[in-house]
């Protein structure tokens, strides 16, 4: 464990894209062996606007980095945070309750709020707004958007103490179970259930990108899925019975250009209350 730590401490820019795009391109090698749905599409034009969106998130996270650093020298340096409330913890149950706490934080909890106010719903439409889902839907996510995901990682390293070890390697094992879960792979039903019960399967998360409510509230986990499960937001349907996209905006051609994805958050919209939502 100490080697992993003292790897991601100093992980080099060039491992962290490699992580990046290795992990894109081997599910998408994946798609075409075991896809779960036969999607009738180009799937190097499909992505195109998503790995547009991946880009923008790069660079904002890039150009912000040195909060991350930041903040989290502050928390080390003042052991301020969950994990300074322990004394001496084995390192592999400090790395392991760090990147719970991260994902929660960080991921799930972000990932809630996005759903619960309209105007951050608007610009987390950019994601749910792809009609054919796979392992490059997995960071689309409007510019806006990943101001608000890094935002929450702030909270997340502040509130946890995480040493930026700790929240690089959060971050790469964050980008290969959002690639893993988005993925249009087709895994042995009680082999993907099994998963499900520790980490977000890809059966799982397709759920949450189901077009029609509740289905769309549902199941937020990003690496563990425990956090659905203990605060209720866990459901379950067919994958068969799956259908991408969301209802009140079903105009796959828009949501398919990236000026029109650019302006979706503009949009005046109102979602429904929870009684409408039934």
């Known amino acids: 464990m100490e080697f992993i730590v003292e790897y991601f401490n100093n992980i080099p820019t060039l491992h962290r894209a490699i992580i990046l795009v290795g992990g894109i391109s081997f599910f998408w090698i994946l798609e075409g062996a075991l896809p779960l749905f036969l999607f009738k599409y180009k799937k190097w034009k499909h992505a195109i ?70 105007s951050l719903w608007m610009i987390h439409l950019v994601h749910h707004s792809d009609h054919k889902v796979d392992t490059t839907t997995a960071n689309r996510h409007h510019p806006l958007e990943s101001l608000i995901r890094f935002s929450f990682t702030l909270l997340a390293i502040l509130i946890v103490g995480a040493p930026i070890a700790y929240v690089l390697l959060y971050q790469s094992l964050s980008v290969i179970s959002t690639q893993f879960n988005h993925a249009n792979i087709k895994l042995p039903k009680k082999i993907d259930k099994l998963i499900s019960y520790v980490l977000v399967s890809p059966d799982m998360h397709k759920i949450h990108h189901h077009y029609r409510l509740p289905y769309t509230d549902a199941n937020y986990g990003n690496i563990f899925s425990i956090w659905d499960r203990i605060f209720g937001t866990y459901m379950d349907l067919d994958r068969e019975k799956i259908v991408y996209g969301v209802d009140v905006f079903p105009d796959e051609k828009k949501n398919s250009k990236i000026v029109d994805l650019l302006k979706q958050p503009f949009q005046v919209y109102q979602r429904p209350t929870k009684s409408e939502k039934i």
């Open 49 to 118: 606007p998503n790995f547009f969106f991946t880009t923008t998130t790069i660079l904002i996270n890039f150009s912000l980095a040195f909060l991350l650093l930041a903040i989290s020298d502050w928390v080390v340096y003042n052991k301020f945070g969950f994990i300074y409330l322990f004394n001496e913890l084995p390192l592999i149950l400090e790395v392991f309750i760090a990147v719970l706490l991260l994902d929660f934080f960080g991921a799930f909890l972000a990932h809630y709020v996005e759903h619960q106010f309209n």
